[in-house]
């Protein structure tokens, strides 16, 4: 595999040193309710965690613990109910929709498990994607996503629509959209779910390298084994944190250290 | 997203759908077409008629008898106690006025022309020499009427083209006898051809001088006089003579009506556009029909499209983002149909007016003009409902969207 470096020669923007100081992101408390007519579920009930730049956890749980809710939140997608999440300093909550659309487009990048890619467009069309909401101009555009292409090696299926592609190289079209803009983090909610283990392991590894770089990501998953690749993994049943650990093979170069203890709290 | 990349994007996601496409804008199409071709054909009417009550002669009055209380109507001769006309009043005319150059009594009626056992049923119009001259309307053959033929009483006829092709066909008429209801004239003259105008054939006329006709038809009433003025402006001065003129010899009763060709003119272009506005209008009402089915392929296109919109948001799009790219796909949609529909209007205006030569179309700048600003309003308004919709849609529920 080819270095990943290039897509994402930069290191974030705030300048967040990797041990210490301020985490990448902060949930404090955050709740989620959902409200219909006189039914209430609370589907993320107070969890708390952060994480540091570089770091690379595994979001574990059953269906329905509420892991994708927090992705979402984790993803500007959705506000807490109540509860703070500060992303690189900056207090979510208090955002308007465009302003979640432009940290979504700045600084955040989606890997979905059904890929998610538009099927009438070429796999470079597609890496454009946000960069036509962030208004780079076409040259630059093209340029840039043609060197993310390069970073997942598909440089040479630019013109392939996706159901052109394998479900492995759709994977990584989906990859080099969400490095284009240089975020500052990576969301990935269950990338391997529809892959064979070859093609997911294929991902794990890009994934792997991106850490290497200096990229944080976050991957929801509920496959252990692949929870086991991360270095750190956080386990959600029914809305709460269940416990918080770092994996043992890892070697955390980057300081994971501010998360919250594992916590089997109230249950 | 710039512009022109957003016009792209709407064309690509219209050209992906071709079929449906192409039948949504079809609506589109008929509608703006209709207001086209219909305005098309109100104003090639008002063109027509213009051009053909110009031709009649300018600067025109018309003094026919009868008192109607509007002055710039045309109105038959038939309201209230009617007075007569005479020959004497249009001769009176000519004498006490001074800016009328020609005063021209006239009697029409209808007749049996027979010649050697060939009859044809044609209007008869009793006329004076400066008839030809008012009308614009000249003998080609032989002689009009002359003066000495209206004092005289005398039984001559001057035939229309039509009516000596029916009755000679190729054979020289002047000199021969018709039989006009009983009585032999001299054939003295053949007008020129002139065709038809305004519906009535010109060349289906004879003309006889007025006393003769007035003993023809044995009365002495005028059916009009037809009066001329030297120059458009002294029409309205023009008018005030003849009103003084005839107010007097009638016994100070004002029961005669004076039309100007200008008043005339007017009325009938007043009667044309208010006739064309209906009409665009009711085509206007096409649209609208057209409207509504894009509205309708919009929200389709939006449910189909929700994982999409999904994706856009979630990779940075902003709600007016997404407002605009179905916006713009709806207008256009919208536009492209109206451009078509102008196509295919003027093309059936223009065919129409080579199939039928008496209806006459004429496409005008600014029914083109309007017709494509309705259609772009059309997307506009029926467009806003679906992009609003898509636009408001939550990323999360759009992102699940199987």
């Known amino acids: 595999m080819r270095p990943v470096v290039k897509a994402r020669g930069e290191k974030p923007a705030l300048g967040l040193t990797a041990a210490g100081g301020e985490p990448m992101m902060a949930v404090e408390e955050v709740w989620r309710t959902y409200q219909t007519g006189a039914s209430r579920v609370d589907a993320v009930r107070g969890v708390s965690f952060r994480i540091a730049q570089g770091e690379f956890v595994g979001l574990c749980g059953p269906s329905g613990s509420g892991k994708s809710t927090l992705m979402n939140i984790l993803g500007c997608l959705d506000r807490a109910t109540r509860g703070r999440y500060v992303l690189e300093g900056v207090g979510v909550e208090s955002l308007d929709d465009d302003a979640l659309a432009l940290l979504r487009n700045r600084r955040i990048g989606f890997v979905f498990q059904t890929f998610n890619l538009l099927p009438r467009m070429s796999a470079l069309r597609n890496v454009e994607l946000p960069m036509i909401y962030s208004g780079l101009a076409r040259e630059a555009r093209r340029e840039r996503a043609l060197e993310a292409l390069a970073a997942v090696e598909l440089e040479n299926r630019a013109d392939h629509r996706p159901s052109e592609l394998s479900g492995g190289e759709q994977q990584r079209v989906a990859i080099a959209r969400a490095l284009v803009n240089r975020p500052a983090i990576i969301l990935a909610d269950e990338p391997t779910g529809n892959l064979d283990s070859r093609s997911g392991e294929e991902i794990l590894g890009i994934f792997r390298h991106l850490v290497d770089d200096g990229a944080t990501i976050v991957m929801v998953t509920h496959n252990p084994r692949v929870a086991a690749l991360t270095q750190r993994v956080i386990e959600v049943k029914d809305g709460q944190v269940v416990s918080d650990a770092r994996t043992g093979d890892s070697p955390g170069p980057a300081g994971s250290r501010p998360g919250p203890e594992p916590s089997p709290e109230r249950s | ?402």
Do not use: C
């Open chain 2, 1 to 402: 997203m710039d512009f022109r990349e957003a016009i792209a994007l709407a064309l690509e996601m219209l050209a992906a759908n071709r079929v449906r496409t192409a039948l949504t804008m079809l609506g589109v199409v008929i509608g703006v077409a209709a207001i086209i071709l219909l305005v098309s054909v109100g104003e090639g009417a008002t063109a027509y008629i213009t051009r053909e009550l110009v031709g009649l002669g300018t600067n025109l009055l018309i003094i026919t008898p009868g008192k109607t209380q509007s002055s710039g109507g045309f109105h038959p001769p038939v309201a209230g106690t009617v007075r007569k006309l005479t020959y004497e009043d249009a001769v009176a005319l000519r004498r006490r006025t001074t800016l009328l150059t020609d005063a021209v009594p006239l009697v029409l009626g209808t007749g049996k022309v027979r010649y050697q056992g060939v009859s044809r049923d044609t209007s008869v119009v009793g006329v004076t020499p400066e008839f030809q001259r008012v009308r614009h309307l000249y003998v080609e053959i032989g002689q009009f009427v002359s003066d000495d033929d209206v004092e005289g009483h005398r039984r001559v006829v001057v035939l229309g083209r039509t009516v000596k092709r029916e009755l000679f066909g190729e054979e020289n008429p002047l000199g021969q006898f018709v039989t006009l209801a009983d009585a032999r004239y001299r054939v003295i003259g053949i007008m020129e051809r002139k065709g038809v105008s305004l519906g009535f054939d010109i060349d289906d006329l004879v003309f006889i001088p007025v006393k003769s006709a007035q003993d023809l038809f044995d009365t002495d009433r005028l059916f009009e006089i037809l009066a001329s003025v030297g120059s458009a402006e002294d029409v309205d001065r023009a008018t005030q003579q003849v009103r003084e003129v005839l107010i007097r010899r009638h016994g100070n009763r004002e029961d005669f009506t004076v039309t100007s060709q200008g008043a005339m003119l007017s009325a009938f272009t007043t009667i044309l556009r208010i006739l064309t506005t209906v009409l665009g209008g009711i085509a206007g009402i096409s649209l609208i029909v057209g409207g509504i089915g894009i509205m309708n392929i919009m929200l389709v296109s939006v449910r189909e499209r929700t994982r999409e919109i999904g994706i856009r948001k979630a990779v940075g799009a902003r709600r007016r983002d997404i407002l605009w790219q179905f916006l713009l796909e709806s207008i256009v949609l919208s536009s492209l149909g109206g451009v078509l529909g102008i196509g295919v209007g003027a093309g059936a205006a223009t065919a129409l007016s080579f199939l039928f030569t008496y209806l006459p179309t004429r496409v005008s700048l600014w029914s083109v003009v309007l017709a494509f600003g309705f259609s772009a309003a059309v997307g506009i308004f029926f467009g806003v409902y679906p992009a609003r919709r898509a636009a408001h849609l939550d990323p999360i529920q759009a992102l699940r969207y199987e």
